[in-house]
């Protein structure tokens, strides 16, 4: 992770926001999963399921826009598609197990789930952190560099103009 010259942040981390595909698609892979196991278990069927797994899956986007968490349009759209790409097979591989089974295997699907986006979480403000600091010593050093540029004017007006023209 550093600072450009104009003075944008660059995470190298990986979780990095790419501008189609992160590792954020793997959380949002087993998103769809995690939804349509809990629809199918509540007994939508697969149109209705459908509809409200794309609306969720919208919605979480329009909400991280809306707090400001910074992706291309390519990315937030891929998101989606990874929700629903995950969500179809899964619903109608959910409609094949048992009620006991479809529970496990939910739980083990949104527990994964859930460390996965903590890890990513963590790993997100750990760099939020980074940048903070980043831009406050690189205020701190403009300011430090700034002053020294005033005290060597002052310094070189008050040398006589004999030693200046050496």
Do not use: C
């Not at 190298?12 to 926001?17: G, L, M, N, P, V």
């Amino acid at each position: 992770m550093h600072l450009t010259r104009d003075g944008r942040f660059v995470r190298t981390d990986i979780w990095r926001e790419g501008k189609w595909v992160d590792l954020w698609s793997v959380v949002h892979l087993f998103s769809g999963a995690s939804t349509a196991f809990a629809l199918a278990w509540l007994g939508f069927g697969f149109s209705a399921s459908t509809v409200i797994a794309f609306l969720l899956f919208v919605a979480y986007e329009l909400w991280e826009a809306m707090v400001k968490i910074h992706e291309t349009p390519q990315n937030r759209s891929m998101d989606v598609v990874a929700g629903m790409v995950s969500f179809v097979p899964v619903f109608f591989i959910a409609q094949g197990l048992s009620g006991s089974t479809l529970i496990l295997v939910f739980g083990i699907v949104l527990t994964a789930n859930i460390v996965l986006a903590t890890f990513g979480w963590l790993a997100s403000r750990k760099a939020d952190e980074f940048e903070q600091r980043l831009r406050s010593e690189f205020a701190s050093q403009r300011a430090r560099l700034r002053e020294r540029r005033v005290r060597l004017k002052a310094a070189m007006k008050r040398r006589p103009a004999s030693t200046q023209d050496l």
